[in-house]
């Protein structure tokens, strides 16, 4: 059977293109249909992202990314419309959510045309901005932070679930995380980490001046929303909102940043071989202090 696959590539991580140029003629050799789309700005605009991605519709099997985490969150919000199955090689960094390392592309490959792989749908956030200052449909795979405009002073967010004050928090913002964004920004600043295909919220506060104050967990129908404090002090005040530490949008005083549980989900693929908890051992080296 001839099928479609997708190749979408982060053209500054693979100079030349050759690890993309051999991924496609393997493809093609093996008597399917391979495009291949490289020429991307992925730290341009979204607009811009969103017409390069046309090619990859409803009839692709599996759009496979080159490049990093970034790129493959990008192409994964786009491309959850059209419920395209999306897998990462990481020819960047730490790569957590690119499964597929350069020294296991043979395998790799050899799983996915062989179908030998699973889909894990991820929920993902969406953010609206009621009011004079609207901002809507904003949606992240991994988090929404809304943090201080660059001051140095703290400011302090007030986070309502459900129409009702659950916390108030001073310090350097808030991260509003999916579990498949609680290995990121949500780890570093102390949240939990949660297994991905959960559906739940996890909102944690950056750098609290507190001592008591703890990630909240809450329910994937439940509804957040986040307000600068003007009690505290932060009246006038402006924040940032940053959208999977990519997009970013100005948020005033008076503003309210409303976020729930989006209706569509990022189709990940993920091999039966990978184990969540053996790549946080490797990435994160949980490992290396063995208990006993």
Do not use: W
């Amino acid at each position: 059977m001839r099928d479609k696959y997708c190749l979408v590539t982060n053209a500054t991580k693979d100079k030349g293109l050759k690890v993309t140029n051999e991924i496609a003629n393997r493809i093609r050799n093996a008597g399917h249909e391979c495009i291949v789309i490289s020429d991307i700005d992925f730290k341009g605009d979204s607009a811009g992202i969103l017409r390069g991605l046309e090619p990859v519709d409803a009839t692709c099997k599996c759009c496979i990314v080159l490049g990093g985490d970034g790129t493959l969150i990008r192409t994964s919000r786009i491309l959850c419309a059209g419920g395209v199955p999306v897998v990462g090689i990481n020819l960047g960094m730490l790569g957590f959510l690119s499964v597929i390392e350069k020294n296991n592309i043979d395998k790799a490959l050899d799983n996915i045309l062989s179908g030998n792989y699973i889909v894990e749908d991820r929920m993902m956030l969406r953010a609206d901005i009621p009011g004079q200052n609207a901002y809507k449909g904003i949606i992240a795979l991994n988090d929404i932070v809304v943090t201080r405009s660059g001051r140095s002073r703290l400011i302090s967010v007030a986070v309502k679930v459900n129409g009702v004050q659950a916390a108030a928090f001073l310090g350097d913002g808030v991260i509003v995380s999916t579990p498949t964004g609680s290995t990121g920004y949500n780890l570093s600043a102390g949240g939990p980490i949660v297994k991905p295909p959960a559906r739940l919220m996890i909102i944690t506060p950056i750098c609290p001046h507190s001592f008591n104050s703890r990630s909240i967990v809450i329910d994937d129908g439940d509804r957040i929303s986040l307000s600068i404090n003007a009690k505290d002090g932060s009246n006038g005040e402006n924040a940032v909102i940053t959208v999977d530490g990519q997009d970013v949008l100005e948020m005033d005083s008076d503003d309210e940043l409303v976020i729930s549980c989006y209706e569509k989900t990022a189709k990940l693929v993920r091999f039966e071989d990978t184990s969540f908890f053996g790549v946080i051992d490797k990435k994160f080296g949980a490992g290396d202090n063995p208990v006993g």
